[in-house]
Each structure stands twice: as structure tokens, then as C-alpha cells.
């Protein structure tokens, strides 16, 4: 293996600074998904985190299946909404001070 070989396989480990800002991300979309509306949060998370299927969920809440689709749907919306918020409040700068939950999170209704 040469040396330019070697330069280029340590340079696949995201450097420290590009790691630090994808736990910032990480921390951002969870303080997203925690100020959605309890029924949406609930299901949302069974569905989009765990990857748990639709029917199941259904059949775990005892809801129709609808209505599993339609809470996941509105959970994805609200996070979409929050983020593009997000970005044009801070001109799609990188943020050094914590987020705030989004109005847009709250004023849906639950």
C-alpha cells in the first residue's frame, strides 16, 4: 500500500468537526419529534424510528390503521415544516445556541 493510499483510507472517518455537527443535527430533529402532539410523537416514533409496520401499531393502540397513516403523515409534515422554518430563521446557518421548540409543532392541534 503506498502512503497516498493510506492518506486516503484514514480520510473515510468524518473529521471532528463534521461529526460534531451531525450530533447537533441528531439532538435538533429529536427536539423536533418530542414537541409534536403526544398521539402524533407516539405514533410517529413506533412507525418512522422503531420501523414498526402500520398494522401493528394499529393493532398495539387498538386506533384503525388510517388513522396510524394518517398521524405519521402529520408527524413528517410538522417536522418538514419545523425544519424549513428552522433554516429560513437562521438564513440556513448552522445554530450555536440550542432550538427552541417550533410554534409550528404546537399550533396543529393534537
Known amino acids: 500500500m503506498t502512503e497516498a493510499q493510506t492518506l486516503d483510507l ?3 472517518e468524518p473529521d471532528p468537526e463534521r461529526h460534531c455537527s ?3 443535527e ?4 429529536r427536539r423536533m419529534i418530542s414537541a409534536l402532539p403526544e398521539r402524533c410523537r407516539q405514533i410517529f416514533e413506533m412507525r418512522r424510528v ?3 409496520p402500520q398494522r401493528e401499531i394499529a393493532e398495539r393502540l387498538g386506533i384503525p390503521e388510517h388513522i396510524v397513516e394518517a398521524q405519521a403523515a402529520r408527524g413528517l409534515r410538522l ?4 425544519m424549513a422554518q428552522d433554516g429560513a430563521d437562521t438564513g ?7 432550538v427552541r421548540p417550533h ?3 404546537r ?3 393534537g
Open 103 to 105: 410554534r409550528a409543532l
Open 92 to 98: 440556513t446557518a448552522r445554530r450555536s445556541r440550542p
Open 10 to 12: 484514514a480520510d473515510e
Open 22 to 24: 451531525a450530533k447537533r
Open 79 to 82: 417536522i418538514l415544516k419545523a
Open 107 to 109: 399550533h396543529d392541534g
Open 26 to 29: 441528531l439532538e435538533r430533529v
Open 50 to 52: 422503531e420501523g414498526i
